[in-house]
């Protein structure tokens, strides 16, 4: 892999440190153009049943209303294709000219009915022409022409009727539902994906058919990062054209984690500059999703003239897989050490004992004892305003250094320094100082800090463009050879609870998917007309975001993640409902992973890597998986979360919930 970065021309994107957009084609889908210079389309899909009309309908209203420029409407069988016609004639009658598109998985004749319909077809490459068995087949290099030979045939009629009614068409690769061909030939890898679209893209340019949008989606975060990273690379390299992205995350989840999970994923491509069109799969109604997809795009009006950071001329960083930056271990940073949580509570005077529920530890007064939930931090930085109690043995306390050198307890608190300080200081504690810097203080910050072992940076930046200067800083870094490690802080003064989310995911995410960063931290920054409680409300978001930010990114687990599928017209129970009611059971599981599927069709391959599954199997009725195997069938919906519980119980990964 290492070769496939040597050289720069061979990268990802225009530019590492200059924000500009890949350039791409454009291809018309109706009255919306993806790609060229046209602006980043937001779409997304409806979940009622194709087969309601009406219900269709006013759904897709809704979500025009909402800031929806594309609906995708999922069409299994002929039946639904044929519904499209009455879906869009309906819409078109009430004035409403915006683009459908017709989602495929495993019948080409519902596709080929579709493309004479709607404005734009997607068809899955792993299952277009293939049913998944799981099985691993040793193909021979003819065996695989044959079977190239066999997609070709099936796949041509569709490329010939969207050629002849200008229908466009995307290409979608999902990580979950590769081919049995491709498995064999290159795992569930992001390469195996990119050559799971580029076997069914070399059909379409062999017909000299180019309306094509390509999509490498994973509930995999890191995976899917690198999918698109390396199909951007594959298609320069192989000549084809640069065909516009679609980004998406599937089976993000929901409310907070949903978000954030979508922002790792989509806002460290949109920051390279990739990407044409964005959905946000959320299991929420799908008028949630555009707005979500719109903030995260919007934050690119005007990045164009950001400060100037210095180019880079060799990037040791491998962006088609993930390796952890080698970093010393220094106190509990680094090493082996999963990256922690410094959350800022500098603003609060004379914090109490039972206001640090904000942060995770909760204080038992009937006991004089603390416990801590999964999101307890692992420091606090109290700035000038000292805590004025014992704290837990779990969570330390960083103070400015001004505050720490006149401390009476130089030992269980450890110093924060600004640069020109830390140059200056005569006083270190003996086993960790925290050293924080701008990106553009990075040279200083390097000689300064040599040979020091007793040091943590929390790096930070003013730039607009954030997280690639920080990617920068990073580069410089590694360059010198510097082991220090690394927390990374970001500020967003005056944002809502969901801008906070999206752009830390977005900024510290699109750097720990790299692999960079030891640490986050997300600076408190209200104050003022704030009340108190505003304050620790805000303190409380910016913890669980810290957390769900490492664990989307696949870096900690510190909670139960659910692979849940934004549902469609496939779906056979309430998703929304149920992926309540089985948080609500298990969401005290640190680090499993069950997925809640709402059709057999798709889900099953669309899990990813779940370690369980709640897969929706016929009406009301689950099959309950464990990993790709499943362990029940037809389990009576009513006692399905039951029975999940009892195979994980019985697979030794249940505990019971505390109180606290
Ligand atoms: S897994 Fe969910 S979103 Fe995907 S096809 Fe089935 S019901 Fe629809």
Redesign the pocket.
């Known amino acids: 892999m290492e070769s496939l970065i040597k050289s720069l021309d061979s990268l990802y994107c225009d530019s590492l440190t200059q924000y500009s957009r890949r350039k791409t084609i454009p291809v018309r889908v109706g009255d919306v153009i993806i790609g060229g210079d046209n602006h980043i389309v937001v779409q997304s899909m409806t979940t009622v049943d194709t087969m309601d009309t009406l219900g269709s309908v006013e759904q897709c209203i809704r979500m025009i209303d909402s800031g929806c420029e594309l609906i995708r409407i999922?069409a299994p069988s002929l039946k639904e294709a044929e519904n499209l016609k009455n879906i869009k004639s309906e819409l078109r009658k009430r004035g409403y000219q915006t683009p459908l598109v017709a989602d495929i998985?495993f019948t080409p004749n519902a596709a080929e009915l579709a493309a004479r319909i709607v404005e734009k077809v997607r068809i899955n490459p792993g299952n277009y022409a293939d049913k998944k068995k799981f099985e691993v087949i040793d193909y021979t290099d003819a065996s695989y022409a044959e079977e190239l030979e066999r997609i070709r045939e099936r796949f041509l009629p569709l490329v010939k009727i969207c050629k002849e009614n200008g229908t466009a068409m995307r290409i979608g690769t999902n990580h979950g539902s590769l081919s049995d061909r491709i498995m064999s030939r290159y795992g569930d890898t992001p390469l195996g994906m990119v050559e799971s679209a580029l076997e069914f893209l070399r059909i379409c340019e062999d017909e000299k058919f180019h309306d094509i949008v390509i999509s490498m989606k994973s509930s995999n975060t890191q995976v899917m990062v690198q999918a698109y990273r390396l199909l951007v690379q594959k298609l320069n390299e192989g000549g084809f054209k640069p065909y516009p992205l679609h980004l998406g995350v599937t089976e993000a989840g929901e409310a907070e984690d949903g978000r954030i999970k979508s922002a790792v994923g989509i806002g460290t491509l949109l920051e390279d500059g990739l990407g044409d069109t964005v959905r946000v799969s959320l299991t929420e109604d799908p008028e949630f999703e555009a707005p979500v997809a719109k903030a995260l795009i919007d934050r690119y009006t005007g990045r164009t003239g950001h400060a100037s950071i210095p180019e880079v001329v060799n990037y040791p960083i491998t962006p088609f897989e993930h390796n952890k930056r080698q970093v010393a271990e220094i106190y509990n940073f680094g090493g082996h050490n999963v990256p922690r949580v410094i959350t800022d509570i500098s603003k609060v005077e004379n914090i109490t004992d039972r206001e640090m529920k904000a942060v995770g530890h909760f204080y038992l007064p009937e006991l004089d004892k603390w416990k801590m939930n999964d999101l307890g931090c692992d420091f606090v930085y109290s700035g000038s305003n000292p805590i004025p109690f014992m704290l837990p043995n779990g969570m330390k306390e960083i103070q400015n250094y001004s505050v720490w050198e006149k401390a009476p307890d130089q030992v269980n608190k450890f110093p924060l320094f600004g640069l020109s300080e830390y140059q200056k200081a005569e006083v270190f504690h003996s086993e960790i100082n925290f050293l924080e810097v701008l990106d553009t203080e990075i040279a200083e910050t390097i000689s300064t800090i040599q040979g020091r072992k007793d040091t943590v940076l929390i790096l930070k930046t003013a730039n607009t463009h954030g997280m690639p200067a920080l990617r920068r800083a990073f580069v410089s870094l590694i360059e010198a050879g510097s082991d220090i490690p690394v927390v990374v802080k970001v500020s967003y003064p005056d944002q809502t609870a969901d801008m906070t989310m999206l752009y830390s995911a977005t900024d510290v995410g699109g750097l720990l998917v790299d692999g960079l960063g030891d640490g986050i931290l997300i600076s408190l920054e209200k104050e003022g007309e704030h009340t108190r409680q505003e304050v620790l409300d805000q303190i409380k978001l910016h913890n669980s975001v810290s957390f769900g930010v490492l664990q989307a990114a696949r870096t900690r687990m510190s909670k139960t993640e659910y692979i849940s599928?934004?549902?469609?017209g496939?779906?056979l129970f309430d998703l929304q409902e149920t992926t309540a009611m089985i948080r609500k059971r298990t969401d005290h599981l640190k680090g499993v992973k069950i997925g809640i599927?709402?059709?057999i069709?798709?889900?099953p391959g669309?899990m990813a890597d779940a370690d369980y599954g709640y897969v929706g199997s016929g009406k009301g009725k689950i099959t309950l998986y464990k990993g790709k195997e499943v362990v029940k069938r037809s389990v009576p919906s009513e006692k399905a979360v039951d029975e999940l519980i009892e195979i994980i119980r019985e697979d030794g990964m249940w505990n019971e919930p505390e109180t606290i």
């Open positions: 999922t998985h599928c934004p549902s469609c496939r779906t599927m709402g059709c069709v798709n889900g669309e």
